[in-house]
DNA sequence: GCGATGCATAGAATATACTCTATAGTAGAC
DNA sequence: GTCTACTATAGAGTATATTCTATGCATCGC
């Protein structure tokens, strides 16, 4: 048997003559003429070079060849009957798979939105690839991830970007520093205090850094973690000060204190960026899609900056 | 997606592709050229209208929707090799089915036949219609079998047939019969007693009475009874004399005689017809070759009128 | 940067598939 | 036996598949 010029319409035309036992009620069936199913019947025929139906009593049943493959048939159009289903599912955003690639400090964040989207879609696999902000950017150059996340975006040349949430950096003090309860506080008057701060390449950090050389400050002696959690136990350990994400200290932080800085909080957003030159799989799609919808129900509305809709838009308009 | 222009041909291709993650590699072993495999990997592409694949670290790695289909096309190729794995068997005698239709006196040869031919081909279902002669060739005119055993065989202008079995009628009478112990009996002497006979349409009726005709005889009293068996047994206990096959006779039988008749047994074979208008399946072809070659072993030997093989080479000369 | 390798596209030739109309042969129904 | 419904075949036109060569373009390693 020659299985190279078997065509899946083939399978589907014999199936037709198989079901109603008729070449003419195959024909009306599938809109065609009978003298076309004769001879698509002739060529399946010959591909398999073995009888396949035999009319008995009036009626055109198969032989066992013709059993066999009318089985055979059933299931393979059966299986691509199932292929369009999972596409179908795909495209939906309803299956599939995507990973997206965090900043550090939105790992606090990103699993209140991914939590809620993970129970309607349970069928989406997401892998998450958190590090700081050089090894994101790093990732981000290799194109290994569908969606990033980072506060302020590399060269938007080969990337779409949209806002979804505010990220206040604040600095934070032990409750029981000497300057915790005035109203008003310097910058100036705390570079002589010991900070800690994150490693070099750390997105925190070089916010921090460019916002000091903005207002032409710089530090003293400082103490490096490479680690958020590590700092905020840190500074509540009395061991300094620190400028951290808002999103880092948790709900309740009695040990620490927010300073009122003059400038602060630095305001920056967390933004999600979509390659341009690779593919969106319809699953991340979908995430945004479920972002930008469920947004406020997720974080407090206080952080929401949801630009979703606008960076969908553009998306769509370039595909 | 369109279902209707996928050939089996575009998902082997595919395949390869897949398999070795390279278009160059899988067109050199399809032994086509790269561009050709390049094109159907479009053609493919067009009509599942999804990215299938996609190239990360120097090799082609499917896509989620490319993965699927990869899965679906094995399954799918996988289903039409069992298919030809099937077809080979069938061809080879080796699966499939038939049956047989079989003279009621013929029932207690068969078997014979049937037992080991089944254990050596295990797969092939066999079906026995077993009737008087009447009922077989109502079967055979509406050719409702693929095999017919008869004696004496209907017209063979559709059909052709090979004798294998001698099949010779006997006059049996209960042990205590007076002419038990009688070298040589003339029918004459012996119309005048009582005769159990097989109903009308009966092979062995039809030729005890074409038999007495031929001889200028004709029976007296007469009792009718539908079954081999019946007739044995009542023979055996008294009730009259009858003709019956000698193969309905058990090897050991105390209670029954054989007449030593003059121009007994009425000789006659049992031939294995096949119809030239019907398809022979090839399980049945099988199974004549297997009969053919191994009639000695299943049979007693001075039953055997072997003529199987000029049968077959006959049917293989009109196929 | 430059060559090697691999993929995509264009263009073209051939084969096959797909479908039709017209017609002939077949087998069951009354 | 004739009629009818069904199937098969012939002939033909269009569309599509299949395959090639030639060429351009991208990427990777050195």
New interface residues.
């Given amino acids: ?1 020659n ?7 083939l399978l ?1 035309v014999y199936v037709a003559v198989v079901r109603s036992g008729s070449v003419s009620e195959a024909a009306r069936q599938l809109h065609l003429t009978q003298p076309t199913v004769s001879q698509q019947l002739k060529r399946l025929h010959e591909a ?1 070079e ?2 396949l139906l ?1 009319t008995s009593r009036g009626r055109l049943s198969p ?3 013709g059993r ?2 009318y089985r ?1 048939s059933r ?3 059966g ?2 009957d ?3 289903d ?2 179908t599912a ?2 939906g955003g309803e ?3 995507f990973s997206i690639a965090l900043v550090n400090t939105a790992q606090y964040v990103l699993p209140r939105l991914l939590g809620p989207y993970s129970q309607v879609f349970p069928d989406v696999e997401v892998t998450l690839h958190i590090g700081n902000r050089r090894q994101m950017l790093t990732r981000f150059e290799r194109q290994d991830d569908d969606l990033y996340v980072f506060s302020h975006p590399p060269s938007l040349a080969h990337a779409l970007a949209g806002r979804f949430l505010r990220n206040p950096l604040v600095v934070i003090a032990p409750h029981e520093h000497p300057l915790a309860s005035r109203e008003r506080i310097a910058m100036s008057e705390l570079v002589g205090e010991r900070f800690l701060l994150r490693e070099p390449g750390s997105a925190t950090r070089m916010m921090f850094e460019s916002w000091l050389q903005e207002h032409g400050l710089s530090l003293g002696p400082t103490l490096q973690m490479a680690s958020n959690e590590a700092i905020r136990v840190g500074v509540a350990a009395g061991m300094g000060l620190a400028v951290l994400s808002e999103h880092v200290l948790p709900p309740e932080h009695s040990d620490l204190v927010i300073l009122p800085v003059t400038d602060f909080p630095i305001e920056s957003h967390w933004q999600f960026i979509i390659r341009r030159d690779r ?1 969106l ?1 319809h ?1 991340a799609h979908g995430f945004l899609r479920f972002a930008s919808g469920h947004l406020d129900e997720c974080v407090p509305p206080r952080f929401v900056a949801n630009e979703l809709e606008r960076l969908l838009t553009a998306w769509e308009l370039i595909h």
């Fill in positions: 048997m299985v190279r010029h078997l065509t899946f319409r589907q398999v073995e009888p035999q032989t066992e060849a066999e493959l055979a299931e393979v159009l299986r691509f199932d292929f369009e999972y596409l795909l495209r299956r599939g798979r593919r799989p699953a």
